[in-house]
């Protein structure tokens, strides 16, 4: 099979004098009794020019540990640059390919960690956020297989006003709008539609510790029409632990909102870190989740039950805000009943001293 394979693929290949004996030796192996039809058998040339060259990149790691041979010729870097960038064009830019060019790995690396989500990493680790003066941001939005945006993003960590303000990063402009082919959801229906073919990848690089990690849930969590404006609202949220804020059954929201006209022109998309309570966290915990998410472990990219513990989170959020209105009504009774005990003490004193 492989060595038919091979003569099919040198059947495509220019007719020099090299391809030409290659083609030959081809056509004599399968016809010849007994031909060992194994992977080896298999010009280099052709398995990494027409084999490899079709791959995508989890298919392509997955073939590297399957014999010596194929790890040796999957491990070129212009195989891997060539799948991050179909994967994330933003990749392209001068300034995310020299960041991915200083990784260990380079473009493998780069993919490595980007290409899973963090959705399943330990984030209770202590974070040193001083090993991280800037982070370089990198965004595709995909509508089915048609990019819709992609944008690049810097944002240095070490001002007092980052830290202590509450954690956002924006893409766009406030009057930079993106126009797309995407079509008005004007039911229930068409917002689920909408939901399953819209696509995000979210890319955090540190290029101080040549780390990346990818804070988006691949497929929306949710698509909704505001009343008033008009306005579509994708959300796309990961659910962490909370770190050092909280208990180790605390949970914090990564949420990626993505804002759409009533043209469905992308006006807005911007990240940010929520907890419980619905307070967003500021810069210096944000930085925090998200160092120890570029150094921890990795899930997988579109994780499929990520829409159920967003709602889990949700709703979780929703039953702390009710358990906390019932508290704060029991107080002021509380208070109220104290007020009117103290009036009626007062009251009683006051009437026997006259």
């Known amino acids: 099979m492989y060595i038919y394979c091979k003569w099919q693929a040198t059947k495509s290949l220019p007719q020099t004098k090299d391809t030409m004996a290659c083609t030959d030796n081809t056509t004599a192996a399968i016809h010849r009794p007994g031909a060992a039809t194994t992977i080896s058998a298999v010009h280099p040339d052709i398995i990494q020019t027409h084999i490899l060259t079709r791959l995508d990149g989890p298919a392509l790691a997955s073939i590297a540990t399957t014999c010596s041979q194929l790890h040796a010729l999957s491990e070129h870097e212009q195989l891997w640059e060539s799948i991050c960038h179909a994967t994330w064009p933003s990749t392209t830019t001068p300034r995310v390919r020299h960041i991915i060019s200083t990784f260990p790995g380079a473009s493998r690396s780069f993919f490595s960690d980007s290409f899973p989500s963090f959705a399943a990493v330990d984030t209770y ?28 993003v810097e944002t240095e960590t070490v001002s007092g006003w980052f830290r202590c303000s509450p954690f956002r990063v924006d893409v766009l402009d406030p009057k930079e709008a993106v126009a797309t082919a995407m079509e008005y959801p004007r039911s229930e229906e068409a917002c689920e539609r909408l939901r399953e073919e819209l696509r995000l990848s979210w890319i955090v690089v540190d290029p101080e510790g040549k780390r990346a990690v990818n804070v988006s849930s691949g497929r929306a969590v949710s698509v909704e029409r505001h009343w008033l404006s ?20 605390e949970a914090v929201l990564c949420s990626v909102t993505v804002t759409c006209g009533s043209e469905m022109q992308v006006r807005e998309a911007c990240v940010q870190m929520e907890d419980m309570d619905g307070t967003i966290l500021n810069g210096r915990d944000s930085l925090g989740i998200l160092q120890r998410a570029l150094e921890g472990k990795r899930g997988t990219f579109f994780v499929a039950g990520e829409k159920d513990r967003f709602l889990e989170f949700m709703n979780r959020k929703r039953e702390r805000k009710e358990r906390k209105m019932r508290d704060e009504r029991r107080l002021d009774m509380a208070c109220v009943a104290l007020a009117l005990l103290s009036f009626a003490a007062i009251s009683t004193l006051f009437f026997f001293r006259i």
């Open 125 to 152: 680790r202590h974070a040193n956020i001083e090993r991280t003066p800037e982070l370089v941001t990198a965004v595709d939005l995909f509508h089915g297989r048609k990019p819709v945006l992609s944008r690049v």
């Open 230 to 249: 008009g306005e579509v609202r994708v959300r796309f949220a990961t659910v962490v632990g909370g770190g050092e804020r909280g208990s180790a059954s």
